[in-house]
C-alpha cells in the first residue's frame, strides 16, 4: 500500500492523517442519501454515485501533487420526497446539520483547515450549502459546498443523448451506477426506467423551489429516461466530473 497517494481517511493511521492535516491537505467529504431509485436501480446510488466521483476528484488531484482525504460517505440525507415509495431513510434537517457539522468539526479538531462537502442528492442541496456557511462560522475553517453535478455545468449534456444533466434514476444516474457497481442495475426493468424530465409541474420557474411527492410526480420513481444508458457513458460522466470540479478545488483563490 502507497500511503503516500492513499486518498480515503479510513484506510490512514492517526499519524498519517495527522501529516495530511500539517501541509493543509483538503478534505471531501461526499453527502448523499439512501433512497429509491426507480424499479431498477438499488437504494445506493446516491452513495455510490457521490462517493465515485468524490474519489476520482482527489486521485485526480493527488495526481498533479495536491494533497486530499476522503471521508466515507455520509449516507443519510432529506429524502423525504421518496417515502412513500418505500425503501427510503430520511433525516430532518436538523439531525441532517447535525451530522454534517459533527464530521466537519471533528476534521478541524484533527488539525485540517480545508473541507468540501460534495453533495450528490437533490434533496440536499440547500441545506448542504446552508451547512457549509454554519461550519465555517462556527468552526474556523474554510468550507466549500456543492452538488457535483451543478458543479460539473455543461461537461455532462455532450454526453448524454436525452438530457443535459442528472435528474432522478435516469440517463446520467444508471451510466455512473453500470460503471461504479453494475450489480446495482437490474437490466431486466430498464424498459420501465422511464418517467417525466422535470420535477416542476408547467409554469414553475427552476428558481423555485417546492418538493413534492415523486410518487405523484413519477408512478415510477424515475425522472428521466434511463434506457439509453450505458457504462460508456457512465466512464465519461465520471471523468468529466472529476476533471471539472480538481480544476476547480485546485483554484488557490477559492480558498483565499
Known sequence: MDTATEIEWMKLTFAELNARAAADALVIVPVASLEQHGPHLATGVDIVCATGVAHRIARRMVAAGQGVVVTPCVWTGLAEHHVPFGGTVTLDYAAFAAVLKGVVRSAGRAGFKRVMLLN??????????????ECQTEFGLKCVAGTYWHLAGDAFAPILERQSNVLHACEAETSMVMTLLPEAVRTDRLPDAHGPHSTRPEGQPAAMIRRRSFKDITPSGVVGDARSATAAKGEALLAAAAERIAAELANPKLWG
Not at 450528490?120 to 456557511?133: D, I
Open 120 to 133: 450528490g442528492h437533490g434533496g440536499n442541496a440547500e441545506a448542504v450549502a446552508v451547512v457549509g456557511g
